[in-house]
């Protein structure tokens, strides 16, 4: 059976609900990519979402949550982790906080380790499943392990429609790239993904803050070799091959007559995160050797766009 995109209404949010408190997999949309969904408290139906992935069991999954009420009885709040949900909750943060020893959260999802990751997404089909669910979900981003991020129910059914139960459909993500992830253990807080949540956004609420490969090696999932589409991706490109597809950004682009998309003409780094997966979906579909990417500036969002970047050009397993 193959899972085909319906319109998130009432009715439909009501069975996808049902259909995860059955152990179901729904994919469903959020401010940042779609999830693959499933009950975090249900071992079967989390081991079905690695399974569905073809996903390393190491790494670990985000469980996305109502609000700081239920975050609060599956992790341990201090008042930095507090701080910094009242902030940017709902929203593209992710936390990583120790859990409590009551936790209901199934142990598979958290990898065996005794932290869980905690989001309270901005999105209202996202916080409807939650509500009528009646339970935290697990949810990675909605597509095969390794290939690039679904920011449309149509590249959700393209790479994963044979393996879901549903699949709801809640138009383009607004943000486009995952949630910036957190850690905050003993008072301290550490920056494991970056995301449209950016280094000074965090650092206004706690001070300075280290950086993915300072500290020790928290977030797993972090592989080298992700968001990678099948032909290769080069980097920082100031020429373009004519069997090449060129993904440019801002006003300054290369003249190309084979396949390009532009992340920005204006230069508008919120605008390219969105923007981004999409356009590398688009340029792979129509198999170039391979894709040249302008270069894109390192600072505020950039970071989080340059992160995808390189992990899509890093060589693969
Ligand atoms: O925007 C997002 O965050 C999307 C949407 C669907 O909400 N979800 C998402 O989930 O990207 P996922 O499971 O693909 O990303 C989980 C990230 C990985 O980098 C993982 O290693 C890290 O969070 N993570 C999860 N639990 C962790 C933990 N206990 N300690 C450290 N890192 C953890
Ligand atoms: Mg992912």
Redesign the pocket.
């Known amino acids: 059976m193959t899972a085909i995109p319906i319109l998130p209404d009432q009715d439909a949010i009501g069975r996808a609900a049902l259909c995860l408190r059955d152990g179901g997999l729904v994919a469903?949309p959020?401010?940042?990519?779609?999830?693959?969904?499933a009950d975090a408290t249900n071992d079967k139906a989390v081991a079905r979402i690695f399974e569905a992935k073809g996903?390393p069991q190491f790494?670990?999954?985000?469980s996305?949550v109502s609000g700081l009420d239920m975050a609060s009885e599956l992790g341990q709040f201090g008042t930095l982790a507090k701080e910094l949900a009242n902030r940017f909750w709902p929203g593209?943060l992710?936390l990583?906080v120790e859990?409590r020893p009551t936790c209901p959260i199934s142990l598979l999802?958290?990898?065996g380790?005794?932290?869980?990751?905690l989001?309270m997404?901005d999105h209202p089909v996202?916080q409807g499943l939650i509500r009528r669910a009646q339970r935290p979900l697990?949810?990675?981003?909605?597509n095969p392990s390794g290939g690039v991020?679904p920011t449309t129910a149509a590249h959700v059914a393209e790479g994963l429609g044979d393996r879901l139960d549903m699949i709801l459909d809640g138009g383009p993500c607004r943000?486009g790239?995952?949630?910036?992830?957190v850690?905050v253990t003993n008072g301290q807080a550490r920056l494991?993904?970056p995301?449209t949540i950016t280094r000074s956004d965090l650092e206004d609420v706690c001070g300075a803050i280290t950086s993915p490969g300072e500290g020790p090696v928290?977030?797993?999932?972090?592989l080298a070799s992700h968001y990678a589409p099948n032909c290769t991706v080069r980097l920082n490109a100031h020429t373009v091959a004519a069997d090449e597809a060129l993904l440019a950004f801002g006003t300054d682009g290369l003249v190309h007559a084979g396949p390009m998309e532009n992340l920005s003409p204006s230069g508008d780094l919120l605008e390219a995160a969105a923007n981004l997966f999409a356009a590398l979906r688009r340029l792979d579909a129509q198999e170039p050797q391979g894709i040249a990417v302008m270069p894109i500036p390192q600072d505020g969002i950039g970071e989080a766009i340059n992160d995808r970047l390189t992990r899509a050009a890093a060589p693969r397993p």
């Open positions: 469903f959020t401010e940042t990519v779609y999830g693959l969904g996903r790494n670990p999954l985000i996305h593209p992710t990583v859990r999802l958290s990898a380790l005794d932290t869980i990751a989001r997404p996202a697990a949810a990675p981003s909605a991020s943000v790239l995952e949630s910036t992830v850690s494991l993904r995301g928290e977030a797993p999932g972090m």
